[in-house]
Nanobody, 123 residues
Framework: VQLAESGGGLVQAGDSLRLSCTGS????????MGWFRQAPGQEREFVAT????????LYAESVKGRFTISRNNAQNMVYLQMNMMKPEDTAVYYC?????????????????WGQGTQVTVAS
């Protein structure tokens, strides 16, 4: 499956932004989906994940209560709604797909990755 992210950009602290991930080649409905991010000089880190049905989600503590992951299997899309954004949210955000049975925060379970989209939050 090929993944492509969109929706990144420059926002001010406190603003909202929605990232989208679209898939091609295979239906995203067969995958657990996740969002990860990587800031300059840092390792890629888990942000959020959602299971195949969309009922089970997990979030990193740093984004819990501010970010929401969702999916629309009929449209082959996954989203990350980001609210109350902070400068520390600045990173390249990646969409990823996993063959895992359940929603997973473990980066090693994801075998398919998008190219990433830059999100910059100004203070």
């Amino acid at each position: 499956v090929q993944l492509a992210e969109s929706g990144g950009g420059l926002v001010q602290a406190g603003d909202s932004l929605r990232l989208s991930c679209t898939g091609s080649g295979r239906a995203l409905s067969i995958f657990v989906m996740g969002w990860f991010r990587q800031a300059p000089g840092q390792e890629r880190e888990f942000v959020a994940t959602i299971d195949r049905s969309g009922f089970d989600t997990l979030y990193a503590e740093s984004v819990k209560g501010r970010f929401t992951i969702s999916r629309n299997n009929a449209q082959n899309m996954v989203y990350l709604q980001m609210n109350m954004m902070k400068p520390e949210d600045t990173a390249v955000y990646y969409c990823a797909a996993s063959d895992s049975e359940w929603a997973s925060a473990t980066i090693g379970t994801y075998g398919y990755w998008g190219q990433g989209t830059q999100v910059t939050v100004a203070s």
